[in-house]
């Protein structure tokens, strides 16, 4: 049985890019689990390329952090948060 969770998610998202915020799209599923970073990669492609130009890539760029093997570098998470900021600047997200 069904709920409709994705069509409302569709509608939504496509509601939202119709009256200028900025989508940016990803999915999580268990699959990926086993592929540090993947939705962060996701998000990342879904970002201007100047952007994407101009900072790390979460899933290639991405440095384990020495406290633990499933941890990123906490400034590359500090980066990613800062690009995911510069993009409210031209459209709300």
Same mark, same amino acid.
Not at 67 to 85: I, K, M, V, Y
């Given at each position: 049985?069904?709920?409709?969770?994705?069509?409302?998610?569709h509608?939504m998202?496509?509601?939202?890019?119709?009256?200028?915020?900025r989508?940016? $799209?990803?999915? &999580?599923?268990? !699959?990926?689990?086993?592929?540090?970073?993947?939705? %962060?990669?996701? @998000?990342?492609?879904?970002?201007p390329?100047?952007?994407?130009?101009?900072r790390?890539?979460?899933?290639?760029?991405?440095l384990?952090?020495?406290n633990? $093997?499933d941890q &990123?570098?906490? !400034?590359?998470?500090?980066n990613?948060h800062?690009? %995911?900021?510069e @993009?409210?600047?031209d459209?709300?997200?």
């Amino acid at each position: 049985m069904t709920s409709g969770k994705t069509a409302l998610l569709h509608t939504m998202t496509d509601t939202a890019g119709g009256r200028g915020v900025r989508v940016l $799209p990803a999915v &999580a599923s268990a !699959s990926e689990q086993k592929f540090p970073y993947a939705v %962060l990669e996701q @998000l990342y492609q879904g970002m201007p390329t100047h952007l994407q130009r101009s900072r790390p890539r979460p899933g290639l760029d991405a440095l384990r952090d020495p406290n633990g $093997p499933d941890q &990123a570098e906490l !400034s590359l998470l500090q980066n990613f948060h800062r690009t %995911l900021d510069e @993009l409210t600047d031209d459209a709300p997200c």
